[in-house]
């Protein structure tokens, strides 16, 4: 089992950057799949960008490509999301996952922080 805890939003003006922070409690961070999700109100959960175990292939939501990079440092327990070129429908819940196995959609993700705020303004 693992424990997610997502830190670094708040809010920012269209264009700027923020960096996402997911720290994994346990021992075996390395062998979980990370995601990154976001919600807005009203919408349903979509997906963002995934990294899988030590790293090796990214995969990221149409939206965000070109913009946003994932990355992972497993010797800290920790996945991060940089966010560029911030554009205020990006404002959002964003929430890291995790799970054994790599997917996209949110269903085969088992564990969830609680997520953190991202707003962008105009």
């Known amino acids: 089992q693992v424990q997610l805890v997502e830190s670094g939003g708040g809010l920012v003006q269209a264009g700027g950057s923020l960096r996402l922070s997911c720290a994994a409690s346990?021992?075996?961070?390395?062998?979980?799949?990370m995601g990154w999700f976001r919600q807005a109100p009203g919408k349903e959960r979509e997906f963002v960008a995934v990294i899988t175990w030590t790293g090796g292939r990214t995969n990221y939501g149409d939206s965000v490509k070109g913009r946003f990079t994932i990355s992972r440092d497993n010797a800290k327990n920790t996945v991060y999301l940089q966010m560029n070129s911030l554009k205020p429908e990006d404002t959002a819940v964003y929430y890291c996952a995790a799970d054994k196995s790599y997917g996209l959609g949110p269903s085969q993700y088992d564990y969830w922080g609680q997520g953190t705020q991202v707003t962008v303004s105009s």
């Open positions: 346990g021992r075996t961070f390395s062998s979980y799949v």
